[in-house]
């Protein structure tokens, strides 16, 4: 490895020689001085070099004439191009950034840039346009350190549970959700669809007696819509676990999840999240609010928003309206939604005993937008082919499935959640864009 | 949640009333008294009952009347029918399975199974067209917990080292490795193509100067072939960072990496899997072996085995052979076979300083077979853009990739991992089907 130290540990260092190794964030080059910010990945630091600008080759001695080759590196030096730095740190309390400087003595430009086409206010298209460079950004940076933090907090709560991670086929024979919003592939001598969530499989870790499963992975829609909650392929956080009572044990658990990924990015960033986004990372309490679907409607007409859907569902503005209720009455920022119309959810939606208009399942909203889909399945294998007769579904195409509980499954219940989503939320992003490594819709496939 | 116990925690409590669910593994109906087999995620308990076979409705207390309901019961259980069962916990050293029983007070048949079409020894085929049901054998359990743990421990590694987690795009403009062995999709108005790698974008995240990432996904390949180490859909395992030197760099990770996993395993589940699978976990030691693939070559042929290729590669016959004499001579599991011809590598691996007929990079053999690719990249657009031409490739299809080099970007390697072919190594399993959750191959897609 290139002998180097990052940024970040650097104020922990006594004065001395050190090398650093980035990318040239600006220069400043001065006629006497010259500054140049490198960035890597953990932080910034100044550089400053002591401008000789004229070199008499025989009076000057070798010190001035490596002062005078450094001098002329800087000053060529283009924003944006990899380069190793050596010389003397020195802790300075004058020195904004960090309070300390490298004096340099030596420099090598790495990698050398053409000049970045894209500046931090360039358009969002644009910047996705040129994505490596707008990750180069601190904010954009840290988004991604945040999201490894999250995952890395769910996945030791799933760990200490004894839950098995699997890691389910994105190639199906059938669509897992609905024929509409599928990409299909020829496949050998026939065609495949992408999975448009890992449900069926997950489901069928419950028949395997896996007990509690967990899976983060991708997910594809043909969606061809352009709102900045919609991607055609984006990452999903999917649990599933048996022996469950009701949705109430998957809000419960889910719940647990939250609040130990949100507690784990508060104590690793939540300093750098306030300055960064203006944005102040907070734990939330248990349990969270939950509201019915039913008084999630009233509640909201009686602020003055009726639904306009024909259907017995929300819409994204009435999500922002209970959320915001919610937030006034109960100062949460999650709310989950419960007790969905049988009409509108999936047929593996176990209907409630004694009234089967509804679900046991629920919507998980987290400041404003709908992040999370969770609910008991149907388990008994005479009401679920009930249930997907009763939504006009094929028997046939979903026989594979069917047969997961011939064979017996216990009670089970799960949910899955948008990684983008929840990031976006939590910083107070505008879409969903800025918070995935490479945004899929319908017009973007590159980079 | 369903108050139960599961059965790996009934050892440490005392004697008393206990509620255990899970599926039938066993039934003995015997005459004078019953036992039944139930297995949950975590493990196995005999259930016992004394059989009453009889019922007098005048003479009989409540008691007998519920043994009575008991016993039929038992007498009707379907195999794999999932169960909750309440009784005493009895310790009894003289019990084989485990030192205890519970006497069944009554049970409850939550989910009633169909004969299982398949059993242990059925063939590999027909155990994957129900692998719902095969996931059930404590064996392939174990695999999938394997499986967990080895990812915890690495990823706890990354983490530990400030390594980002990212996502790449499954959904591509153009292929990533070669145009053979792709996947192609209609893509609203034109086609994409399913990621063979994450190859080009873990680059850019360098590019975008993240450091270090890594990434646990899927990845595609329209492979024909139908070996015991090919799919068309696997679990990639990979990892690429910043500022090294060489190669070097990236096996000295990938050991580190190897060597947490294996410990992990090891410490969770070494006695588990010396008894299901009759192998010693070994945790191996560092540095692993290094054989150029010249010498690798030569050493084979030395044991009596010419590698039957026009090319300048080994074969998988090679790889054992080179893997068996590392085993002898150095007793160990794994060899890096490095310094790999430029004429069989992509035009991304950086070739040799001063000889250019060799790439800084490595093939990872592990008890005979391929498990990775690693290699450093090839970091400066102008020598890129010559290799890429130099394997007949276009530069246009290649143009957002090698944008990544035109903006800057430092010396970088890494690798990808088959998750699979790791775990039926591991496990001395015969083909990556036993170790795939769900596999996919030229001719199967379900379930």
């Known amino acids: 490895m290139t002998a180097r130290t990052p940024v970040s540990q650097l104020a922990a260092l006594p004065d001395g020689p050190v090398t650093v190794a980035g990318w040239v964030e600006t220069v400043r080059d001065q006629k006497k001085v010259q500054f140049v910010i490198l960035r890597d990945e953990t932080g910034s630091v100044q550089l400053v070099n002591p401008a000789v600008r004229e070199l008499d080759p025989e009076t000057s001695d070798a010190a001035t004439a490596d002062a005078f080759a450094v001098t002329n590196e800087i000053s060529a030096l283009a924003h944006g191009s990899f380069i190793k730095a050596t010389g003397t740190l020195k802790h300075d309390e004058r020195v904004k950034l960090g309070g300390l ?11 050398e840039a053409l000049e970045a086409p894209i500046a931090a206010d360039s358009s969002l298209d644009k910047r996705l346009d040129w994505r490596f460079l707008d990750l180069r950004q601190p904010k954009q940076n840290l988004i991604f350190r945040v999201q490894t933090t999250f995952l890395h907090a769910l996945r030791t709560v799933w760990v200490e549970k004894g839950f098995i991670e699997i890691h389910t086929p994105k190639l199906m024979a059938s669509a897992s959700e609905s024929r509409a919003e ?43 819509s352009f709102t900045s909650r919609h991607a055609t392929e984006f990452t999903s956080i999917d649990s599933e676990f048996s022996w469950i009572d009701s949705h109430e044990d998957v809000m419960a658990l889910h719940e647990e999840l939250l609040v130990a990924g949100f507690q784990a990015i508060a104590d690793k960033h939540g300093d750098e999240i306030r300055e960064a986004f203006g944005v102040e990372v907070t734990v939330p309490s248990r349990p969270f609010p939950r509201v019915t679907l039913a008084d999630a409607k009233r509640i909201v007409a009686e602020r003055g928003y009726e639904v306009p859907r024909a259907d ?37 939606h176990m209907r409630r005993e004694g009234d089967p208009s509804v679900t046991n399942s629920y919507d998980l909203i987290f400041n404003g937008v709908e992040i999370s889909t969770g609910a008991q399945r149907e388990h008994r294998i005479d009401v679920l082919e009930a249930q997907a007769r009763d939504k006009g579904l094929e028997p046939e195409e979903l026989a594979f499935y069917l047969d ?9 219940g799960g949910f899955g959640m948008g990684l983008a989503r929840v990031l976006m939320l939590l910083l107070g992003e505008s879409s969903i864009r800025e918070t995935t490594y490479l945004f899929r819709g319908p017009t973007r496939l590159l980079p």
């Open 101 to 111: 400087e490298v004096k340099i003595e030596s420099l090598a430009v790495v990698s």
């Open 404 to 412: 997961f509980f011939r064979y017996g499954v216990p009670p089970h």
């Open 182 to 224: 599928l990409f299909q592939l020829e496949y050998f001598e026939t065609v495949a669809y992408l999975a448009q969530s890992p449900q069926f499989f997950k489901q069928m870790a419950q028949s395997a007696g896996f007990g509690g499963i967990f899976e983060v992975g991708p997910a594809f829609r043909a969606d061809p």
């Open 312 to 348: 017995a569902d929300i819409d994204p503005e009435g999500e922002r309206q209970i959320s915001a209720y919610v937030k006034e009455e109960f100062g949460h920022e999650f709310v989950f939604l419960t007790d969905y119309d049988s009409s509108i959810r999936p047929f593996y």
